[in-house]
């Protein structure tokens, strides 16, 4: 595939995806034929066809011969996809973001646990780093959301668990979609530094307890921000 037809093919791939996730092709209306999406992107049908195999591997459509293409149940998406992740998150899908966050309180206080656990100085000096970042962003000296991710994904490197570092994607995506808003409501530029201050304290003593705890804290208060009733 050249690089130019390889653009176009992902540029149609990502038009379609927030289609489909914005509703506009839902799964019980006909999805356009492929002559007709030829037509309205001025792609060629090879082109068409690729992006819609693309999206096939995302979970959002099957395609097959004498049928056509159909969008699959939400229920059968790849949430975890990355570009999934940040199609949904951009159609500000507050139920979603809720879920990102539960997600997260199911996964990062182990994680904060495992990498109090396993004290990897290493890891651990990564995490230090990030939260010297929000320290910086406090003051205009770095992003607040690049450095808030940073200490998230650090956190889940220093577990030691692959599948757990494997979630940065969903991190980011949770933190991208929240961060401004709960910066807001709580009256700050960046994430709480004294709570990240207390999870890397913990980690850095060992503290599994303490560190899963923090961690656990630190996302009920976000929850609490986003729905009051569903914190805790």
């Known amino acids: 595939m050249t690089q130019q037809r390889e653009s176009a093919t992902w540029r149609l791939m990502r038009t379609l995806g927030h289609d489909i996730v914005r509703g506009v092709h839902?799964?019980?209306?006909?999805?356009?034929?492929?002559?007709?999406?030829?037509?309205?992107h001025a792609l060629s049908r090879s082109v068409i066809r690729e992006a819609v195999k693309i999206l096939a591997a995302k979970g959002l459509?099957?395609?097959?011969?004498?049928?056509?293409?159909?969008?699959?149940?939400?229920?059968?998406?790849?949430?975890?996809?990355?570009?999934?992740?940040?199609w949904i998150a951009a159609s500000r899908d507050p139920t979603f973001l809720l879920e990102?966050?539960?997600?997260?309180?199911?996964?990062?206080?182990?994680?904060?646990?495992?990498?109090?656990?396993?004290?990897?100085?290493?890891?651990?000096?990564a995490i230090g780093a990030a939260y010297r970042r929000m320290a910086a962003a406090a003051d205009g000296g770095d992003d607040p959301l690049e450095s808030d991710v940073a200490f998230?994904?650090?956190?889940?490197?220093?577990?030691?668990n692959r599948l757990f570092a494997q979630l940065g994607n969903l991190v980011r995506t949770a933190l991208g979609s929240a961060i401004h808003e709960?910066?807001?409501?709580?009256?700050?530029?960046?994430g709480d530094l004294a709570e990240h201050e207390a999870?890397?304290?913990?980690?850095?003593?060992?503290?599994?307890?303490?560190?899963?705890?923090?961690?656990?804290?630190?996302?009920?208060r976000t929850i609490g921000l986003i729905r009051p009733d569903s914190a805790g």
């Not at 998230?152 to 030691?160: D, M, Q, R, V």
């Open 61 to 86: 459509v099957t395609s097959r011969p004498r049928i056509g293409i159909r969008v699959r149940p939400r229920t059968e998406w790849n949430l975890l996809d990355p570009d999934v992740l940040d």
């Open 182 to 190: 709960t910066n807001r409501a709580a009256g700050v530029r960046v």
């Open 100 to 125: 990102l966050l539960q997600m997260r309180r199911a996964v990062e206080p182990e994680a904060a646990a495992l990498a109090a656990g396993l004290r990897d100085a290493r890891l651990i000096d």
């Open 26 to 40: 839902p799964p019980d209306r006909p999805f356009p034929i492929e002559q007709a999406l030829s037509e309205r």
């Open 199 to 220: 999870i890397l304290v913990a980690v850095r003593a060992g503290d599994a307890a303490g560190a899963r705890t923090a961690t656990r804290a630190m996302i009920d």
């Open 152 to 160: 998230h994904c650090a956190l889940l490197n220093a577990s030691g």
